[in-house]
Nanobody
């Protein structure tokens, strides 16, 4: 049983920063592709970022490119999302997810149905 536990969400003012963490158990973490998605009220879940099993390849949605940084520590079975220069439109519940078949194609890694396991989500609220 794969378990993912997100943490690090909270409320910040526009321009601030947060770092989300996602701890994974139940699988060999270093073999897994990982992704971050978010869902705002009344909107569909959208891709934010993804990272290959080694951390050598990273992917970002255009809306966060240059502001968010994904990384992973395979020794700690944890993936991170550093979010800088936050904007009110970044307000959402953020979810991390596991992709056991990570292929590395951007068109694939940004699809929610590519991912096999999901965390419970952590709320990020950005005020103007």
């Amino acid at each position: 049983q794969v378990q993912l536990v997100e943490s690090g969400g909270g409320s910040v003012q526009a321009g601030g920063s947060l770092r989300l963490s996602c701890a994974v158990s139940g699988r060999t973490f270093s073999s897994l592709g990982m992704g971050w998605f978010r869902q705002a009220p009344g909107k569909e879940r959208e891709f934010v970022s993804a990272i290959s099993w080694s951390g050598g390849r990273t992917y970002y949605a255009d809306s966060v490119k240059g502001r968010f940084t994904i990384s992973r520590d395979n020794a700690k079975n944890t993936v991170y999302l550093l979010m800088d220069d936050l904007k009110p439109e970044d307000t959402a519940i953020y979810y991390c997810a596991v992709d056991q078949r990570f292929g590395g194609n951007y068109a694939t890694v940004r699809k929610a149905d590519q991912y096999d396991y999901w965390g419970q989500g952590t709320q990020v609220t950005v005020s103007s």
